[in-house]
């Protein structure tokens, strides 16, 4: 079974947050979501989400994918957070699958995980890391080696669905997404 995490902060985008958490569960993944902080985590819109666990408990295991909701102030949480930076590095290093979605591909620039490769995130989320060291693409999602970047809400299926599709083969995505488009 693929394996995912999703790291909530306080102030992530819930939209995003319960769309990668619903259609990789959909896809069997074996989903954990895990907390910044104790207890529940107030999204940016008031929405309440429950962490299965948290963080600092999760630090030596690993994932096949990691998955960042964006959202402000969530993904600021998200970049400063020390164990979840060492996670993300791993990942890098083993070419374990990871996901930034919005305002979260600004947590992966600032730890220079996006250095030498194509990225995507919302509007303005990365000019404060426009030095050329990654290129800047308009497209909804982008995939560059083990690391897929997408806009924002609005594309968070099509995102989730790349990353079915990607950790897990485009016969999962097809089973996933199948069911969405019935009426």
């Known amino acids: 079974m693929t394996s995912a995490l999703i790291p909530l902060a306080p102030g992530c985008e819930e939209l ?34 429950v962490p299965d666990v948290l963080l600092v408990d999760m630090t030596d295991q690993e994932f096949d994918l990691i998955v960042l909701p964006g959202g402000q102030p969530g993904a600021t949480h998200l970049g400063e957070s020390r164990i979840l930076k060492r996670m993300l590095y791993r990942q890098d290093e083993r070419g374990g699958w990871i996901g930034a979605i919005c305002a979260a591909p600004r ?3 600032a730890h220079g995980l996006l250095a030498g490769r194509r990225a995507t995130s919302f509007p303005g989320a990365l000019d404060e890391f426009s030095d050329g060291s990654f290129e800047m693409v308009d497209d909804p999602v982008v995939i560059d080696d083990h690391i897929v970047t997408s806009r924002g809400p ?22 996933v997404e199948g069911p969405l488009h019935r009426s």
């Open 107 to 109: 947590v992966l620039a």
């Open 16 to 49: 995003e947050a319960v769309t990668i958490i619903d259609l990789l569960r959909r896809a069997d993944f074996d989903v954990l979501t895990a907390g910044l902080v104790e207890g529940p985590i107030t999204a940016s819109r008031r929405t309440v989400l």
């Open 154 to 175: 609005g594309t968070a299926m099509d995102f989730v669905l790349t990353l079915i599709e990607c950790s897990a083969g485009s016969e999962r995505r097809v089973a």
